[in-house]
């Protein structure tokens, strides 16, 4: 299926986030069961009290924004929202990055959280769907015409089907449908997916771009073995058809975000040449500032 010049097809190759987010959701919920069976029904509403998000209550428990992400009222809420997270969160992943996913994912939660707060302040909200909603609009939004199939059987395009789950929501929602669904969390994880994908996650960047800069202050910039490779490396940087001095900030700080990643893994003896001459640059600007 095509998106622009691009081909999308489903796969099983789980991302590292993805996986942690499985593994994570699955084992909370396996833990509020046994808490459930050995200490009863009140042991499970303890749980769902603390790590639930209550607007009510989000000032004495904070935490609850992000802890009742990790929470399902029975194995089908799991299930359901595993699935979705299994099926379009590794594409999402690979095309963004495990930092940028996690952020997404983060973000499209707590927009569930703040819609209850504002508009549901009397309920109580547990469950991933926010953030679960938040990566199908984003696979919509990336790869519209990808088919998904309905039931394994009737293909809709991605499109259409987070088109028609944004117009079930905003009715629920606003028209006060009940059923125990926590409607305005799905409807603020999907606002907050818009709105961060509208802008193309610049207004996180600022975050972004003070991390990096940290890691570069910390980073220990690799020596030059002497004087003599020293000059030899300044004339090939003279002769070499790429200008790292030319580079902007932003983009400087992403391809040294990349080269730590890669002496992380790999050791300083891993980098290339030009890898290297990336780093002088870095040093270069920070005595000249």
Request: no cysteine; aromatic share 14%.
């Given at each position: 299926m095509s998106y622009g010049s691009e081909r999308f097809a489903f796969g099983y190759t789980l991302t590292p986030w993805v996986k942690r987010l499985l593994i994570a959701n699955t084992?909370?919920?396996l833990l509020v069961v046994v808490i459930r069976q050995f200490?009863?029904?009140e042991g499970q509403l303890f749980v769902w009290n603390w790590f639930g998000f209550t607007p009510a209550e989000s000032f004495l428990k904070p935490w609850g924004a992000v802890t009742y992400m990790f929470l399902h009222g029975d194995i089908w809420h799991l299930l359901l929202n595993m699935l979705v997270l299994f099926f379009f969160g590794p594409p999402l992943e690979q095309r963004w990055g495990s930092d940028r996913f996690l952020k997404?994912?983060?973000i499209c939660g707590l927009?569930?959280?703040v819609l209850s707060f504002v508009f549901a302040f009397g309920t109580s909200v547990i469950g991933a769907s926010a953030a679960i909603y938040g990566l199908m609009l984003a696979f919509a939004w990336y790869w519209p015409n990808a088919p998904i199939y309905f039931w394994g059987i009737f293909p809709i395009k991605a499109k259409?089907?987070?088109g028609f789950f944004f117009v079930l929501t905003f009715f629920s929602a606003v028209g006060g449908a009940g059923g125990g669904v926590a409607h305005f969390a799905h409807l603020g994880g999907l606002l907050a997916g818009l709105i961060y994908l509208r802008t193309d996650g610049k207004w996180g960047d600022g975050l972004d771009t003070l991390k990096k800069a940290a890691r570069v202050e910390r980073l220990a910039i690799v020596p030059r073995e002497d004087k003599g490779e020293e000059r030899a490396e300044g004339s090939r940087r003279r002769t070499s058809g790429r200008s790292d001095s030319k580079m902007g900030e932003k983009e400087l700080l992403d391809e040294?975000?990349?080269?730590?990643d890669k002496i992380s893994d790999s050791g300083i003896s891993s980098l290339s040449d030009d890898?290297?001459?990336v780093l002088d640059e870095v040093s270069r600007r920070r005595r000249t500032n």
């Open positions: 084992a909370v919920h200490v009863g029904l997404y994912y983060l927009g569930g959280a259409y089907l987070v040294v975000d990349r080269i730590l890898e290297r001459r």
